[in-house]
T-cell receptor, first 113, second 116 residues
Framework: ELKVEQNPLFLSMQEGKNYTIYCNYS?????LYWYRQDPGKSLESLFV?????AVKQEGRLMASLDTKARLSTLHITAAVHDLSATYFC?????????????FGKGTKLSVKP | NAGVTQTPKFRVLKTGQSMTLLCAQD?????MYWYRQDPGMGLRLIHY???????AKGEVPDGYNVSRLKKQNFLLGLESAAPSQTSVYFC???????????????FGPGTRLTVT
């Protein structure tokens, strides 16, 4: 059974600081997705990582994928309050044949002034 | 291009009542999904469909039924609602066979359901 674990599940950080969210998964996969969810809202796609070594950046967020270690990281640089949200990683659950994604439980990020 | 839409946005049911949630997408996606989201549980897949006329069970299918009569629509039914079905329901879609890059899922705005 494919498992996706994120840590930490809760993260409180100060504005201007850096931090990394980790996403570990239990089976081979070369496709990983990061989503953002604001309170009371839906999930919004942030990054799609499609191969080993893939790195994507947008603004203060950078995501990377190491398929050999079965690990993806979401790095936050110089956090600002607007980044407060819950971040989910998701992995293809069936080798991509049916597009079923297995989601981690999410990391709730709170950025305080 | 509306993306993925869901109706209704909110609903309150009494135990034993039935209802249908409608999901529609205009991206020519083959795959559609229904999830529920509960605090601390992340997203859990209820049912999914890989094409018109097909459906399959996900992680938590009990108490729900689905139908995909048209490619753009995916319906989720609750035949006899229970308080344990109080949740936020999200529909998602993915995979346009003409633009296959990934299986990135696009989510609807959600339906908040309360069963009393």
């Amino acid at each position: 059974e494919l498992k996706v674990e994120q840590n930490p599940l809760f993260l409180s950080m100060q504005e201007g600081k850096n931090y990394t969210i980790y996403c570990n998964y239990s089976t081979t996969s070369d496709r990983l997705y990061w989503y953002r969810q604001d309170p009371g809202k839906s999930l919004e796609s942030l990054f799609v990582l499609l191969s080993n070594g893939a790195v994507k950046q947008e603004g203060r967020l950078m995501a990377s994928l190491d398929t050999k270690a079965r690990l993806s990281t979401l790095h936050i640089t110089a956090a600002v309050h607007d980044l407060s949200a819950t971040y989910f990683c998701a992995v293809d659950g069936t080798g991509g044949s049916q597009g079923n994604l297995i989601f981690g439980k999410g990391t709730k990020l709170s950025v305080k002034p | 291009n509306a993306g993925v839409t869901q109706t209704p946005k909110f609903r309150v049911l009494k135990t034993g009542q039935s209802m249908t949630l409608l999901c529609a997408q205009d991206m020519n996606h083959e795959y559609m999904y229904w999830y529920r989201q509960d605090p601390g549980m992340g997203l859990r897949l209820i049912h999914y469909s890989v094409g018109e006329g097909t459906t399959a069970k996900g992680e938590v299918p009990d108490g729900y039924n689905v139908s995909r009569l048209k490619k753009q629509n995916f319906l989720l039914g609750l035949e006899s609602a229970a308080p344990s079905q109080t949740s936020v329901y999200f529909c998602a879609s993915s995979y346009n066979p003409f633009f296959v890059i990934s299986y990135e899922q696009y989510f609807g705005p959600g339906t908040r359901l309360t069963v009393t």
